[in-house]
């Protein structure tokens, strides 16, 4: 049995510190370890990114990272999102609104690409291939993606950048 | 929990990586873990040590010279889509790159991963063998340099021995004159190649006077193809000399599976050489650093 590794990770902005296997993802830390469910879990090898989350504000698979690859860094999941009233953020409000989701089971890591997306952008528009584009990286069986690309396009305005 | 029990090491040195590797049985180098952890959770790779590249801060980042650029094998293929110094000076391996799977993966894998871990539909090596990189590796005996066609060994498999580890490539500058392309097939975007194809062309006035056709997806690595550059240096460029060299292309013996046999990638081999010459020549005339 191999030693178990001692980690402090930084989630949604509380710190966690736990001895885990090397041998566990950072998904599975997340909903094993301390109770986030949010994160989904879909393939568990890179295709579907319904496990997206951000490490250092970039959007990564959690099931390619390992718990101990993310020891001292930042990692925000959907759970860190919506206010702590419960009141959605500008991205869930906005897939709310165009139907951008139907079963819900990729929405997790929809919210975290547009999140990403969010951050990056510079104040600039985003063109609707541009969301595309990043948004293939997330699987979606429902919706067809044009409620979710709809929802993007709107929250990645000029006007509503940076209103969290 | 997908991957059987493994120790995790994370050095923060070249030299000390290359020891673990050296000392520890049935040992891998960890990159950024976007091919190696997917064949971990399915159990097709079994490490029992899994040596973590990601502290070791001399690896990462994109050096310019005078008519190089010295890229670290840990600099992600995201820092390489944004780099300006890459788009300017090697706009190839940025068009290369911009195929390469999704943001999310791209974030985390590195140019040295793709590399070492040869995917024969990976865009990188493509690139790679194009622009003719020289590898650095560094291994207990001290550090060599490689050529990109020394690479390759097989299916999977690079000429590195188990206890070195890819430090850096080193690529020279596209110049202003010249003409490129990177063009692939596949079924959806962002997925590995079926075919691939890259070019790198020099003109003499209207004649050819260098150029680079490789294609990947047709075999385990890159290949170059030394018939089609034969024909088509020291002539113009115009459709009899695409059909040319699509027809060689075409004709190139190939591998293949039972979604994308042979024949279909011959097919995408022939048509995407066309393409990438044409595209290739129209960028000759628009100059790539201007």
């Known amino acids: ?164 | 929990m997908k991957p059987v029990p493994f120790d995790y090491h994370v050095p923060t040195s070249v030299a000390d990586a290359v020891e673990l590797l050296r000392t520890l049985p049935n040992a891998r180098a960890l990159a950024g873990g976007q091919s190696l952890i997917p064949m971990m959770n399915l159990r097709a790779a079994a490490p029992s040590h899994l040596i973590d590249l990601g502290k070791i801060p001399d690896l990462c980042g994109v050096h310019e010279t005078a008519s190089n650029l010295r890229i670290g094998a840990m600099t992600t293929q995201r820092s390489l889509e944004r780099s300006a110094v890459v788009r300017r000076h090697c706009p190839l391996l940025g068009e290369a790159v911009d195929h390469v799977g999704h943001q999310q993966t791209r974030n985390r894998g590195t140019i040295g991963g793709s590399l070492c871990h040869l995917d024969p539909g990976a865009e990188l090596p493509v690139a790679a063998a194009a622009l003719e990189m020289t590898f650095t590796v560094t291994g207990p005996g001290g550090s060599r340099t490689m050529s990109f066609d020394e690479f390759p060994a097989g299916y999977l498999t690079t000429t590195l021995e188990p206890d070195e580890i890819l430090t850096h490539i080193d690529v020279r500058k596209t110049l202003p004159h010249e003409g490129y392309a990177f063009l692939e097939f596949n079924q959806r975007p962002a997925d590995f190649a079926i075919v691939s194809v890259a070019v790198l062309l020099t003109l003499d006035g209207e004649q050819v006077s260098q150029v680079r056709v490789v294609l990947g997806g047709i075999d385990y690595a890159p290949i170059r193809l030394l018939e089609a550059e034969a024909t088509l240096t020291g002539n113009r460029l115009d459709d009899k000399a695409f059909e040319a060299a699509a027809a060689i292309a075409a004709a190139h013996p190939c591998e293949g599976d039972e979604v994308s046999p042979p024949e279909f990638r011959q097919h995408l081999a022939g048509v995407l050489v066309r393409r990438a010459l044409r595209k290739a020549l129209e960028r000759t005339k628009v100059s790539v650093n201007a």
């Open chain 1, 1 to 164: 049995m191999p030693e178990l590794y001692p980690v402090k990770i930084h989630v949604n902005g509380t710190t966690y510190e736990r001895r885990v296997e090397p041998r566990m993802h950072l998904a599975d830390f997340l909903r094993h370890e301390i109770d986030l469910t949010g994160t989904h879990i879909g393939c568990e090898h890179g295709v579907c990114g319904a496990c997206t989350v951000l490490v250092d504000g970039a959007s990564v698979r959690s099931c390619l990272m390992l718990a101990v690859q993310t020891d001292g860094r930042s990692v925000d999941t959907v759970e860190g999102v919506a206010a702590a009233d419960g009141t959605l953020n500008p991205v869930q409000a906005a897939l709310s609104k165009h139907h951008g989701l139907q079963c819900g089971f990729c929405t997790p890591g929809i919210i975290m690409t547009i999140t990403e997306m969010r951050k990056e952008s510079g104040g600039r528009q985003w063109t609707e291939d541009e969301v595309r584009a990043a948004l293939s990286g997330n699987l979606c069986r429902c919706t067809g993606y044009q409620g979710m690309v709809d929802a993007a396009l709107e929250v990645l305005t000029p006007l509503n950048l940076g209103r969290d």
